[in-house]
């Protein structure tokens, strides 16, 4: 769906447009392209690449600084979902190797430490328990299972080869990333003032670090971790810049299943899935309880927040750290945000009327247009229903106004 949270204190618009990008693995980051591209495709004159500041947290970090730096959205879906081979090849494999210097160095830790383990169990074997032993030997674990190097290598090609600038200095817009001091627990920000002279592919590559999965960050002797820890879209950052419509995706919501249904639980599903829940259900609290503020603390602004709805199943049961399927996911994103637009257009077309935007209309009524006439920027196939619906719509407003 998407939220609406129009200006309580509304005055005439400034024009100052933003965008803020939730995190949320691969499959957010896949998410918000498509989500993105039926926002672009559907509102006239709007270009993602024409906001004011962007926001990016995690993997929505790697979109923002993408359209902060100029690359437009069909590139960035060219690049990201397509694997077109004219630009700079995307392998999702470069974003899973194995951190192998990592694990020789613990490795070569083992011997000794498991040496001074069980020497501490032997001198004390009834009062040492199972976990007093795997937190002594944990030490030798890496702390990521996978390099994020190549990652942040990979984000600087795209940004020198189809974008301006790796240098937030350099920039013609605002951007601002959001990654999380280890050692202090503290929000960290990259961009719009702060920690300008780091460049953005690493800002990125601190704010995606996902604690686990990938290491902490090494910038400058301080260590960043994940952004979404503590932030989870932080729309804040470009309310305070006097922005007066915000745009924002949010791919990650807690599934929500009808008491009548008849299928299994999420508990059968095991671990994983009642971890994603649990997941889930704390990034939206977090996300809500933002949204709320945000309503006195920036009483001039209109949000505009596209999500799935609560009871997509299909998207629910997809990993959020799955490469596979990326084109369907990104199209079937495409899908669901424009059936969200046309079921809330008469909410969204005031709010978008006071910034100067309006919906395109006739697109919205093509009844087959999907992500593929958007990345050609063709038309869907426009039937006489829907020209006689134009027709009589037309029509009615005419007796209205005469």
Excluded at 183 to 203: C, L, M, Q, R
Aim: charged letters at 20%; proline letters at 5%.
């Amino acid at each position: 769906m998407i939220t609406i949270k129009p200006a309580a204190d509304p005055i005439s618009s400034n024009r100052k447009f933003g965008l803020a990008l939730a995190g949320g693995g691969p499959l957010g980051g896949f998410y918000e392209l498509g989500a993105l591209s039926a926002l672009e495709d559907h509102i006239v004159d709007l270009s993602m690449n024409d906001m004011d500041i962007y926001v990016g947290v995690s993997s929505g970090a790697f979109l923002a600084a993408g359209l902060a730096n100029g690359v437009s959205l069909r590139q960035m879906v060219q690049i990201f979902i397509f694997d077109n081979q004219s630009l700079t090849p995307f392998n999702p494999d470069h974003f899973l190797q194995p951190a192998y210097r990592d694990f020789l160095i613990n490795l070569a830790k083992s011997p000794g430490l498991l040496t001074k383990t069980l020497l501490k169990w032997a001198k004390n074997p009834f009062k040492t328990g199972v976990v007093d032993l795997l937190e002594s030997l944990g030490t030798a674990l890496p702390t990521g299972v996978f390099n994020n190097k190549k990652l942040e290598h990979f984000l600087k090609t795209v940004l020198l080869e189809h974008g301006q600038t790796n240098d937030f200095r350099e920039l013609d817009k605002q951007l601002y990333i959001v990654a999380c001091e280890l050692n202090t627990g503290k929000i960290a920000g990259f961009g719009n003032n702060i920690n300008e002279d780091v460049p953005i592919s690493k800002a990125v590559q601190a704010s995606s670090a996902l604690p686990g999965l990938y290491a902490p960050v090494n910038i400058k002797g301080r260590y960043y971790v994940d952004g979404a820890l503590r932030r989870t879209m932080n729309a804040s950052a470009a309310l305070k810049q006097n922005t007066h419509l915000l745009f924002a995706v949010n791919p990650i919501v807690p599934f929500s299943r009808a008491p009548e249904s008849t299928k299994k639980g999420l508990e059968s599903g095991g671990l994983p899935m009642v971890l994603s829940q649990t997941f889930r259900s704390i990034v939206q609290s977090r996300l809500k309880s933002g949204l709320d503020k945000y309503e006195s603390l920036y009483p001039q602004a209109d949000i505009l927040l596209a999500e799935p709805d609560a009871d997509d199943e299909k998207l629910f049961a997809s990993n959020l750290f799955s490469y596979s399927h990326r084109d369907e996911l990104c199209a079937y994103a495409y899908r669901v945000t424009r059936q969200h637009l046309q079921k809330q257009q008469h909410q969204l077309k005031p709010i978008l009327k006071r910034h100067g935007l309006q919906l395109d209309l006739r697109k919205l009524k093509t009844k087959q247009r999907d992500l593929n006439h958007y990345m050609t920027n063709s038309q869907a196939t426009y039937g006489w229903r829907e020209r006689l619906d134009d027709s009589l719509t037309e029509l009615e407003q005419s007796i209205k106004a005469g």
